[in-house]
């Protein structure tokens, strides 16, 4: 195998397809929330939001602790915390248990996301195998979208898809092996490097979250309420846009890094924000559907490169679940953010809204990503150095 095309670590890619999944579904489970449970449209984004800011809570609590727990043993506590507490919130109708259920399935793919986030900055290519765990979660969720509106009413269902994608993980988890392990540990003690850089891409990854959650959490409502659709039209929709963003992810994946990060981070976020105002300003299927569908592409390709950003940052992987975890707490909030806009502005204004702030944090985050280009350079350099003798079956599954 030519050290340039390394195999893929497919359980790390099982792993991030998992732990993402909540937040691709968020949409549906929100609505189902406010349609099933005696819950206002605001009280189920408050609800959607709690199950996100427990993701968010497992991945500022595990940022450095991957490697002291081990890899295989958090992936399958993860996993198994998701099943348990999907699985509860879709079992039940009692809303304490629900919110209980969504919190603790929330925490669990948070885990499991830490898991995943810290084993691909240890990669030798990090865009590639993000590009391809975003993949496979944008094709894991297209199918759901198709498929749930056909499964009956109630809140239950995508939160029982999210119970069941976590149990069939469990396999993967047991072949992580010493994937994430494989970082260098000659600094294992020292300082967070790149300090700066860290600290403004966590913080403008949070609002860039938010504002793409924003949107997110009500296009479920946008398209029943302000566009008239059905909601087998709204989830065969989403699923187009996820589909076409499968196509954006292998575009992105196929350029890699040859344009370098600012371009495709600075440039994209602009034109995200263009279809975000589109979408929430959408009062036919037309308007809907090309909005969603332009913004479903670029999305992924965008948040691809960000994640390679903050892997850059440090070979250990901890800047990875820092920022994710950031990332994962602008994801939190957006549907209680996007439901409390919309509530007092309407949709078209929040779209206004959210286009503004995401023009405005497009300059900062294409700044970081212009100035880490050394060390990038540098955190390839050092991890190929430590990894010579121990190239390939680092990351081939256990038998």
């Not at 968010?56 to 958090?74: D, H, I, K, M, S």
């Not at 490169?305 to 939190?332: C, E, F, H, K, N």
């Not at 549907?335 to 509530?343: D, N, Q, V």
């Amino acid at each position: 195998m030519s050290p340039r095309t390394p195999t893929l670590p497919w359980p790390l890619v099982a792993l991030f397809t998992a732990g993402y999944l909540a937040a691709y579904l968020l949409p549906t489970t929100v609505g189902r929330l406010d349609a099933a449970l005696p819950l206002t449209a605001t009280e189920a984004g408050a609800v959607g939001s709690a199950l996100l800011l427990g993701s968010a809570t497992a991945g500022f609590t595990l940022a450095a602790q991957v490697e002291r727990f081990g890899p295989r043993r958090l992936a399958r506590a993860g996993l198994l915390l998701a099943a348990a507490g999907y699985g509860t919130a879709a079992l039940t109708t009692s809303l304490p248990a629900v919110v209980a259920g969504a919190v603790l399935g929330g925490f669990g793919s948070g885990t499991a996301t830490a898991v995943a986030a810290a084993g691909i900055a240890a990669q030798r290519d990090p865009h590639r195998v993000s590009t391809t765990g975003l993949l496979g979660v944008s094709a894991l969720a297209g199918a759901l979208y198709l498929t749930i509106p056909h499964l009956g009413p109630g809140h239950g269902v995508p939160l029982a898809a999210l119970a069941v994608t976590a149990l069939l993980t469990l396999s993967a988890a047991g072949r992580l092996t010493t994937a994430v392990a494989a970082a260098p540990t000659g600094g294992e003690r020292g300082p967070l490097p790149h300090r700066r850089s860290g600290l403004v891409l966590a913080a403008t990854l949070l609002l860039w979250s938010l504002a793409q959650n924003s949107l997110w959490g009500v296009s479920g409502r946008i398209g029943t309420t302000q566009a008239g659709l059905t909601e087998v039209t709204v989830g065969a929709v989403f699923a187009a846009a996820l589909g076409a963003g499968l196509l954006g992810v292998i575009g992105a994946g196929a350029l890699g890094v040859r344009l370098g990060r600012a371009l495709p981070i600075g440039g994209g976020t602009a034109l995200i924000a263009g279809c975000i105002a589109l979408s929430a300003s959408a009062t036919d299927l037309t308007t809907f559907a090309t909005g969603e569908i332009a913004w479903n592409v670029l999305y992924p390709v965008v948040l691809s490169y960000l994640i390679g950003l903050a892997a850059s940052l440090d070979p250990r992987g901890r800047w990875a679940v820092l920022v994710g975890s950031a990332s994962s707490l602008g994801t939190a909030a957006g549907p209680l953010t996007g439901s409390l806009l919309s509530a007092h502005a309407g949709f078209p204004a929040m779209g206004a809204i959210l286009a503004v702030g995401l023009l405005l944090i497009a300059a900062p985050m294409t700044a970081v990503a212009l100035r880490t280009t050394t060390a990038t350079t540098e955190h390839a350099r050092y991890r190929d150095r430590d990894r010579t003798a121990t190239e390939q079956p680092e990351y081939r599954p256990a038998a």
